[in-house]
């Protein structure tokens, strides 16, 4: 147990037993060496949380620290292993389809070690599968990838599955609207109202082509070269190099922003390391009410029915990517803007209002007036 940062009390299991003449791979151990191992691997999770190690290397010195049957694998090393273990064709036809998807998710996340895979984890893979693919695909992905952590779980590699009884969102039904893009005014309108870094988030988000909030919060100073015009950055979530052009109304807001940070938003980056970004997501959903944004007519009950919309920052990325699309630029072009792997995920972003569906259909109605 310790007391972290925040004052509160921590308490987590180092995972060593302090028994007498404890056999540790062939060699005995004394109860006194037990527990002398043991408070150096809870002093490593205390300077972990105080910021003095990563986790990562914190991860590292445990398995040095521990048998190499008690040594935790990597995400991609242990459901490799897991595949090698299925047994039937078709159940490893499944098993094998989960596993990539949620390692081509993952990303370069996929060599962290396993224990890094928590129910947060699992909640933000299952809901952005849902906007992708039918539920019932996403509950076999989840179904294969819930007997692969079961093991881990049951052979004490983990305290916990972490696909064990996990929340689903719930699925929009037929004849409701989905997940809304912005509309440019509305995008324009959070750049001239929102609190500045806020503002700035959304300037940097819409002119860098849609970055996620992670990315937004961790630009660095040493990303931009303002002579060459460009931003060079890897993705926190796929880990995709990027060298992003600069446009003029972008270069003229960086030019404007103090530089006695390494962070282009300080504040933001502390926010979103302190919470993972839960905090700002609910600040910012209290902007989108607060404006109307997110206010929109039931389609049944003579519109007499109101709800909120699922407008996020992430729907800025949506915006990018339904104005590209409009305006007629290449998919390819339109793709690599945004970081995306394939076109069905592309697909998923493109969303036009009814505004602009009603301005298509216009100008193809408009094509028999010259007929």
Known sequence: MWTGPAGRKRKRSTRIRIVPNFQLDGVRETKAQARARAQGVADMFERAERGAVTMDKLRGTLNSLVPVSMALPTIDDFLAAHLKRVEGKS????????????????????????????????????????ERVQRSTVRRYVGSLSVAFKEAYLNEVLPRNPFDNISWPQTVEHGKARREAFSPAEVRYMMDNLPPQWASMVKCCYYLGGLRLKDCCYLRWSFFDLDAKTCTLETSKRGVYMCIPLVAPLLEHLRTLPRDSVFLHPDMAANYKQSRGRNLSAEFSAFVRAYGFGVMQHPTAGGDRRGMTSKTFHSIRSTVATQLHLLGVDENVAMKTLSHASKEVHAIYVRPSTDELRAGLEAVAGKLDNV
């Open 91 to 130: 159940t490893y036809s499944n098993d094998y389809t989960a596993v990539q998807v949620f390692l081509a998710w993952l990303g370069k996340s996929s060599r962290n070690y396993i224990d890094w895979v928590t129910r947060d984890v699992v909640a933000r893979f299952v809901s952005e599968q849902l």
